[in-house]
T-cell receptor
Framework: GQNIDQPTEMTATEGAIVQINCTYQTSGFNGLFWYQQHAGEAPTFLSYNVLDGLEEKGRFSSFLSRSKGYSYLLLKELQMKDSASYLCAVVDSNYQLIWGAGTKLIIKP | SQTIHQWPATLVQPVGSPLSLECTVEGTSNPNLYWYRQAAGRGLQLLFYSVGIGQISSEVPQNLSASRPQDRQFILSSKKLLLSDSGFYLC????????????FGPGTRLTVL
């Protein structure tokens, strides 16, 4: 079967750095997405990785290792508005998007 | 730029009543369209997707149905709602390009009582 694993919940302090991990076992791989979802709102696109390595976009970076079936989202200089759920999703061999359950990130002052 | 609309934003319906949720996309042609459901505290469950007018693929057998009467319009329906149909319903579109990023509408929160 296909599986995406993310921690259910994480807590971090304002101004700090946090890394949210995602591991996957899917039938094939054609890319990995990270989305941010604030409570009661729709997910918004953050990043897309298809090649190994780090993609940096402002305070957010996303890393991919295809050989390890592993990705992480790195958030720097945390702000209170970063409190949200972060969803990892993998494109499988049929170009279907397989979603993780999401990681709820709580930022404390 | 592209925008996606959903309505209504919230809905409270009795068990056994019908349902119709609408999604429209502006600023793009021939988009891929998707209906998802998200139960409280859970991940996204793909219900239906469409690559063109009248072309609907169902991912999960259930009492819901979808239709795409126009290129940029996607409708989710039910003849008789169940309690288990409660959730957050999200419509999304993608261009079908290389990365095929999905962009979500604001969602409809459905409560079935």
């Amino acid at each position: 079967g296909q599986n995406i694993d993310q921690p259910t919940e994480m807590t971090a302090t304002e101004g700090a750095i946090v890394q949210i991990n995602c591991t996957y076992q899917t039938s094939g791989f054609n890319g990995l997405f990270w989305y941010q979802q604030h409570a009661g709102e729709a997910p918004t696109f953050l990043s897309y990785n298809v090649l190994d390595g780090l993609e940096e976009k402002g305070r957010f970076s996303s890393f991919l290792s295809r050989s390890k079936g592993y990705s992480y989202l790195l958030l720097k200089e945390l702000q209170m508005k970063d409190s949200a759920s972060y969803l990892c999703a993998v494109v499988d061999s049929n170009y279907q998007l397989i979603w993780g359950a999401g990681t709820k990130l709580i930022i404390k002052p | 730029s592209q925008t996606i609309h959903q309505w209504p934003a919230t809905l409270v319906q009795p068990v056994g009543s019908p349902l119709s949720l609408e999604c429209t996309v502006e600023g793009t042609s021939n988009p891929n369209l998707y209906w998802y459901r998200q139960a409280a505290g859970r991940g996204l469950q793909l219900l239906f997707y469409s690559v063109g007018i009248g072309q609907i693929s169902s991912e999960v057998p259930q009492n819901l149905s979808a239709s795409r009467p126009q290129d940029r319009q996607f409708i989710l329906s039910s003849k008789k709602l169940l309690l288990s149909d409660s959730g957050f319903y999200l419509c999304a579109w993608s261009s079908g390009g290389d990365t095929d990023t999905q962009y979500f509408g604001p969602g409809t929160r459905l409560t079935v009582l």
